[in-house]
């Protein structure tokens, strides 16, 4: 079986994984609690023969899918969480379909159909007897949180990969060369003395005070770290009532720059400035590690093939109506902010897509060795074995992720963006298994870039997944 017939494998199975991610889009979950989405996409791996083990790394929402047996084993990654208060209809105009609902503003609900597709068409071949090795599928629940992959590398799944592939959708369709930023996240709770604010203020101690001395301070911190890194916050918990003295308050603080090491230095300068913000106000604190992840690691080998096999694929088969819808959900978003999106394009590129409703031809790799300051559990991934992502074209040329825009695009024409995906993770499976020099130079390449220093977890020994706490990454 080539290459071109696991193609057509994946475009045989087309009406099945239209209805995966519609199915997802319509009942959008958050991260860790993704129970019906998991199950949608378990099901067909175990009907076309993967043994399925649900709940790992102490998530009940993850799951690792196999098929065949021996090396090589190649990994392809899912996700299918949803972001809080995005929920919207298949319109042109703000119209949630439930109040405050969540929805696929990021498009996860063709990210894990199209891994799945993927997988199968992979699976096919391997039962056809053309190659020989493993497939994995994972379902990594809570990507927003950037958390299901770190706690599922923590439990070792990865550990035997000989390469992972993955995707996501986007404005373009191109590999992702590029570094990320890694990441701790972090909740400080800081504990005081309740009184009236008016009567007795003396008697009390403001958990509220501390959690702003601690702002304070990491405002003055700035200055003095690098320019990649980042330190966002949010008080979560600020107290009830202005006569009331805040007994207990938290702030929850992502920890962000180009590498693990400077992510610990700067965490351990933030815990310096918490322990010192309980001091000057005389209350206690308390720390809860939410997640941690690395930098993203891409491996020129393995993404190699994922260019290769963007190419064979082709162009997204896009038609006249979703032109025409993509150009209405561009009318909703200002010409300032869509030429901002834009701005990491290299110019002949940005000049080539700005006029465009949608841009459906791979895009050659551009980014290599630039540094994008989010995070992404993939980079834990990366670190584990030679790793390679790409983007797929599923949203209009210059939408902003996490908007609704995205979302009723993710519900209508972006399938077709799920299916190329499944095509180019299918083929690049295949031609890494059936190719040991390709993998092997892959192994080399990866152990060169880590200098054969084995992946160590982020996490703390006493950290679980959290299971209440939602955000973007």
Known sequence: MAPGTVFDEVERDRDRLYSLAQQIWETPELGLHEHESAETLAEPLREEGFE??????????AFVASYGE????????????????????????????????????????LFGTAAVGGAIAVKRALEAGEIEGTIRCYGCPAEETLVGKTYMARAGVFDDLDAALTWHPGGLSTPWLKRSNALNSI?????????????????????????????????YMREHISDDARMHYSITDGGRAPNVVPETASVWYFVRA?????????????????????????????E?????????????AVTDVVWENMQAVGTIDYED??????????????EADREAELGDLPAELRREVRDCALYPEPVEPYDEGDM?????????????TPTAQFTAAT?????????????????DFAKKGAVYAAKVLGGAAHDLIADPETLEAARAEFEATTGGKPYETPLPEDAEPPFDMTAGD
């Open 321 to 334: 109506a979703d032109y025409k819808f993509a150009r209405e959900l561009q009318t909703t978003v200002s």
């Open 372 to 384: 994008t300051h989010g995070s992404t559990e993939v980079g834990d991934v990366s670190y584990i």
């Open 187 to 219: 909740v400080f709770t800081f504990e005081g003395t309740s009184a009236h604010a008016a009567a007795s203020p003396e008697s009390g101690r403001s958990a509220l005070d501390a959690v702003e001395l601690m702002n304070t301070g990491v405002e």
């Open 70 to 109: 021996g090396n090589p084993t190649i990994g392809i990654l899912g996700e299918y969480d949803a972001l809080p208060g995005l929920s919207q209809t298949v319109t042109a105009e703000r119209n949630p379909a439930e109040e405050d609902g969540p929805g696929h503003g990021c498009g996860h609900n």
């Open 395 to 411: 949203w209009p040329v210059g939408m902003p992720g996490h908007s609704w825009q995205v979302v009723a695009s993710n519900g």
């Open 52 to 61: 399925v083990e649900m709940g790992v790394g102490g998530m009940p929402t």
């Open 288 to 300: 809860r590690f939410l997640t941690g992840c690395y930098d993203y690691l891409p491996n020129r």
């Open 258 to 286: 180009p590498s693990r090491a400077e992510v610990d230095r700067n965490t351990e300068w933030l815990r310096d400035i918490a322990e010192a913000a309980g001091l000057m106000t005389q209350t206690s604190v308390e």
